[in-house]
């Protein structure tokens, strides 16, 4: 496998516009995870999914974020209108929990979004 | 309420002098923990687990649950491993989230 597949790596938008993150998880894997990390703030959890439901946006910033997961193999972060305080990488992860239930969480290489 | 605490943000040892990166947690029940490295702008990877109990890179971990701890430790530092270091705790039973750590930034210096 792969691993986990993110799009783009590198993102720089102005102020206003729409950004879209892209993720492709691990097959079979039924956890995704979006995190966001700062130096400031450091690894922040955002969302997750279980089984393409997301479960828990507690820490999504505000409504200016969304995210969705169409399928099991596909999920997007939408930002809009961005920010220059929303410059950070953002990682997804993804998770089989599997017989023995273990959280391992495996990461994607990351989107580097800068808005100017 | 799940907790992880990494006392230290920077760390910094000379090549060959042996390293310890400091874990703390807070959980009534029984957790599974981790720890992942960063490498510079590169993706988290997970590096030991307390259930494998194996060496990776020359590192070992052990889950201390009298002093709720899980130090990580190198006896002999090399510079590439140099990178951020995340401790992470799963709370079996409870919460499918994996809590992080602020994370060490480890250097080695020549």
């Known amino acids: 496998d792969a691993g986990v597949i993110q799009s783009p790596r590198h993102e720089v938008t102005e102020m206003g516009q729409e950004v879209t993150l892209r993720c492709k998880p691990i097959s079979g894997h039924d956890y995704l995870f979006w995190y966001r990390q700062t130096m400031m703030r450091g690894l922040e959890l955002l969302i997750y999914f279980n089984n393409n439901v997301p479960i828990d946006d507690s820490g999504m910033p505000e409504d200016r974020f969304s995210a969705k997961m169409p399928n099991a193999s596909f999920s997007t972060l939408k930002i809009q209108p961005s920010e220059p305080r929303d410059s950070a990488v953002y990682f997804c992860?993804?998770?089989?929990?599997?017989?023995?239930?273990?959280?391992?969480?495996?990461f994607g290489p990351g989107t580097r979004l800068t808005v100017t | 309420a799940q907790r992880v605490t990494q006392p230290e943000k920077l760390l910094s040892v000379f090549k060959g002098a042996p390293v310890e990166l400091k874990c703390n947690y807070s959980?009534?029940?029984?957790?599974?923990l981790f720890w992942y490295v960063q490498y510079s702008r590169q993706r988290l990877q997970l590096l030991l687990r307390h259930i494998s109990r194996e060496s990776i890179k020359g590192f070992t971990a052990d889950l201390n649950k009298g002093e709720t701890s899980f130090h990580l430790k190198k006896p002999f530092a090399q510079e590439e491993d140099s990178a951020m270091y995340y401790c992470?705790?799963?709370?079996?039973?409870?919460?499918?989230?994996?809590?992080f750590g602020k994370g060490t930034k480890l250097t080695v210096n020549p």
């Open positions: 992470a705790l799963f709370p079996r039973g409870g919460s499918e989230k994996l809590v």
């Open positions: 992860a993804s998770r089989d929990r599997g017989r023995t239930g273990s959280g391992e969480q495996y």
């Open positions: 959980y009534s029940g029984s957790p599974e």
